[in-house]
């Protein structure tokens, strides 16, 4: 994308804690802290009623079973929606509502997935080739990216199987009190 | 696009009065009231923070030296943004502002085209294939379709020249007032 105005990477290290294999995430690391995913964006402000785009790429890459994923958030502003529009590679968008919910979408190429509001985000390359996506949201959305930490992670993990994928239990998950569940449902402006 | 929650078609007939040849018009008519773009959206709700977003595509084709075109409109809530991402064939976005600015964007596969706040848009084929290209805008954005003819169309015609184009200007443009242009950048909400 030409013409962004803003532009950061993600590397390996970026990503610790988020793997259940932690003896496969360190000798991976120790090869080298590349590069797994990077996005270019283009902000023309942060005022409501605005809009932010851009591109995002990530690697394809495994960790144990798990796969090469995004740290995920929630909009600091969380009735904030996002689009995301599928460019090259096959990933999955995992949504996690405030109470614990999980919802996957596969994406592809020209498809299109609406994050509603108050969903936790997190896009998965599932494929062994870049998962490129051009993705939209209002300018005063910001993003909450502790509340995956806060929580011990999301509540399912996206695991390999065969020559796909499944969902298994993140037995590390605790579930959000209702009361910051509400409140995260709540604080809309 | 699948899973859309709208959808629309512009006819010819609805492009009545935009262009210069009016022979060439009627003629064409007078073969039928063909499609010339036609709309899939999804709108979530019409709340301030949530984004529209949707497909169009409009057909290649003439009316004298002018390309079919987008009737054209400029936000009812005017600092509301919008985002084109071009998909099939090769258009332009001509952008005018309240004062009567005009500037162009050329729009192929994979360029993104930010239409700032308070710009007047419309959408141009200028290929001989469909022109296909993504949108997403504010929810609570609206549309002012007619601020166009209130003025006579906008400042300057897209024509056709050779294997391109080139702008020309519009008989029948009446410049807005002062007041009136500056009253459309001060409705900000």
């Given at each position: 994308m030409s013409n962004g105005t803003g532009h950061y990477e993600k590397r390996?290290?970026?990503?610790?804690?988020?793997?259940?294999?932690q003896t496969a995430f360190a000798a991976l690391l120790a090869e080298g802290d590349r590069v797994v995913y990077d996005v270019t964006e283009f902000r023309?402000?942060?005022?409501?009623g605005d809009v932010i785009f851009g591109v995002t790429r990530m690697s394809p890459g495994r960790i144990g079973d798990e796969f090469f994923l995004t740290r995920g958030h929630i909009h600091a502003k969380s009735d904030r929606p996002e689009i995301y529009y599928g460019q090259k590679g096959t990933g999955l968008m995992q949504l996690e509502s405030p109470d614990g919910e999980t919802r996957i979408v596969e994406i592809g190429p020209q498809t299109i997935c609406y994050v509603p509001p108050y969903w936790i985000h997190r896009s998965v390359n599932i494929g062994d080739e870049d998962l490129v996506m051009v993705f939209c949201y209002p300018?005063?959305?910001?993003?909450?990216?502790g509340i995956i930490e806060r929580s011990g992670g999301m509540r399912h993990r996206v695991v390999a199987v065969d020559d796909g994928w499944t969902l298994t239990d993140n037995t590390s998950y605790v579930p959000r009190p209702p009361e910051v569940a509400a409140a995260l449902v709540g604080n809309a402006v």
């Open positions: 390996l290290s970026d990503l610790a804690g988020l793997y259940a294999d023309p402000s942060e005022k409501a300018a005063d959305s910001g993003q909450d990216y």
